[in-house]
């Protein structure tokens, strides 16, 4: 199954463990982990949506403080109820199961919930970043207006119809070495993206690295912790040039 690099290199996850410098709170229907500051000191927010692993994992919690250290509020909601993929060795988890019930069609239709919840209270500026599944959610929220922009890093199964109803600017941050979204199908998209936003989008490929490095790297191994720093400073960098709050 191509889709299998998923579920390669999993984070080492301590559930309920609260790490981070944010709190879990109720948005849009969903647990959700905030950190940063919000209105009125700042009115842009980044919504952040993870891999299959879930917004409990250490590393994912570390991004969303250091995008917030950006000034912006960051929102990161539990888009599998209590669900995420901990245990891949149980012989009892059905991967296919667990994808028709947390599929991204439903991440899709709670994302929106949260936006509306971010807006309702006075956030005039929102953009997205995704990680594998999550980045086809940002793929799907970047069909419409509801976000300014866009960033999907080693994107899940993201397709050339889904390119072609992207509407605002979008980066999309690749892996050399990924089956999942491998570096020949990105640049197309990159094609199709030049052609319809011009200069507002992005296509990169980090050499070296494989799929899910920016939230699933060896914090020991040097070469893995700064090939994820530079794609998370591309991801601020490319959030803070198009999530503009309304003056």
């Known amino acids: 199954m191509s889709g299998s690099q998923c579920f390669e290199n999993p984070p080492k996850l301590s559930p309920g463990s609260g790490c981070g410098a944010g709190t ?10 905030v950190t940063g500051s919000g209105p009125p000191d700042s009115k842009s927010a980044i919504l952040l949506i993870s891999d299959v692993f879930g917004y409990e994992a250490p590393l994912f919690r570390k991004l969303a403080d250091k995008v917030a250290g950006a000034g912006f509020l960051v929102v990161a909601p539990d ?17 296919e199961a667990w994808r028709k019930i947390h599929n991204t069609d439903k991440g899709y239709v709670d994302a929106k919930s949260v936006i509306a919840a971010l807006k309702s209270k006075g956030v005039s500026a929102i953009g997205a970043a995704g990680f594998c599944w999550g980045g086809v959610v940002a793929a799907k929220l970047a069909s419409s207006h509801d ?52 200069n507002d989008c992005l296509v990169k490929i980090y050499p070296r690295v494989s799929h899910g490095w920016t939230v699933r790297y060896n914090v020991e191994d040097e070469f893995a912790v700064k090939s994820a720093e530079e794609a998370h400073e591309d991801m601020i960098n490319w959030l803070t040039k198009y999530v503009k709050r309304d003056e």
């Open 24 to 33: 879990v709170q109720q948005l849009g229907g969903l647990n959700t982990y």
């Open 79 to 95: 888009f599998f109820y209590g669900d995420p993929i901990v245990d891949l060795n149980n012989p009892q988890f059905d991967r």
């Open 147 to 198: 976000i300014q922009a866009a960033v999907v890093l080693h994107p899940g199964a993201i397709t050339v119809d889904d390119i072609n109803e992207i509407k605002v600017p979008v980066a999309i941050l690749g892996a050399e070495i990924d089956h999942v979204s491998p570096p020949e199908d990105l640049k197309r998209f990159g094609e199709i993206l030049s052609a319809k936003l011009k």
